[in-house]
């Protein structure tokens, strides 16, 4: 066999989706592992044919790739941009976990297997991975640190996709304090989204704060422990401001920011109308979720129980989630979140739901599969 023949690749395609008798999403795959061969196959391949000379579809519709389809954004991007006529496919690592109806190429950013295949006729790719999740690489590896993980598959998705002709990358990451140094979570997103703009100049970047929705794990995290705990505690965090945003108005700005050329090689910020802080934010979803769950405002509190591995640990284990991702997030707290300026709305044409609307949607999306304390 030659030397230079191509890793394997395990391609996917999604058939069908129905709903399951329990209410759950059950999907029929097909599926084919290739061995080692120069040309992958890729089931349900784009059509040929209808294009302009620059890749785009007579209509105006494009070729769009979605990695981290399998994660709550990703998964919900996929039928927005699909609504508009865009040929989607998908990029996940595992296919037990994507649940929604997409051509799928199964591949590794981080270790830079299937992007090939993946990018190959894409004009526009979303890149929507991070690695905030427990590292499985041997100690010693620099790519065991979760900022070094996604610096690497940052730049290697950055120069297949400039290398495949992809003409722009449309990234979510996160707000950037204004006056305080970046958490190392944050910090390793603004990373990222450098590396993805240098290397190609027409991309964009989306840069949000909370993001309500029934999916969204930071959401997710706070309802669960307003849910569980008895009474809730408030370190001095809860002071610090930020805009959460709708889900809603988020996949609309990533769908947008797709095509429209005001926002190419910018770095925006998207936020809520609303300005709250995070213990208003506890509050709010405390009142809408029907609770009379008491608010204990600390007073003074050593750093290490505010945002430290022992607290974000403890709020971990109550919560349910990985402590490797509400570590980094509960460091974000230290300070304010605010958008450095609000036109992000204005030139993508956005009409932005209110934190209480946002809220109350989430919650009522969530109960229809799981009930949820007092609601």
Known sequence: MKANRARRLNVVSRKSQELSPEGG?????????TAETETPRILRAFPAGGRERDGRHATGTMRILVTGVSGFVGARLVPRLQRDGHEVRGFARDPARVSVDVPLVIGDAIAGTGLDAALDGIEVAYFLIHSMEPATEPAGDARRDFSGRERVAAERFAE???????????????????????????????????????????????????????????????????????????????ENRTQPIDERDVLEALARAASSPAVAGRSLDVAGPDVV???ALIERIRDLMLLRRPLWRLRRTP?????????SRVAAAIAGEQPELIDPLMAGLASDLLPREDRAAELLGLRLHSLDA?????????????LLAAR
């Open 25 to 33: 999403n059950c999907l029929q795959i097909t599926a084919i592992e």
């Open 160 to 238: 297949a996709a400039r290398a495949a002709g992809v003409r722009r990358i449309v990234y979510l990451g996160g707000l950037v304090p204004r006056e305080t140094p970046a958490s190392p979570h944050l910090a390793s997103r603004l990373a990222v989204e450098r590396v993805l703009l240098q290397t190609l100049p027409d991309s964009t970047a989306l840069r949000a704060s909370i993001v309500i929705g029934a999916g969204s794990r930071s959401f997710r995290f706070l309802v669960r422990l307003i849910e569980r705990l008895p009474l809730v505690a408030l370190p001095s965090w809860r």
């Open 277 to 279: 802080s995070y213990g």
């Open 303 to 311: 750093r290490w129980v505010e945002s430290g591995p022992l607290a």
């Open 358 to 370: 946002a809220i109350e949607h989430a919650l009522g999306e969530w109960e229809r599969s799981e």
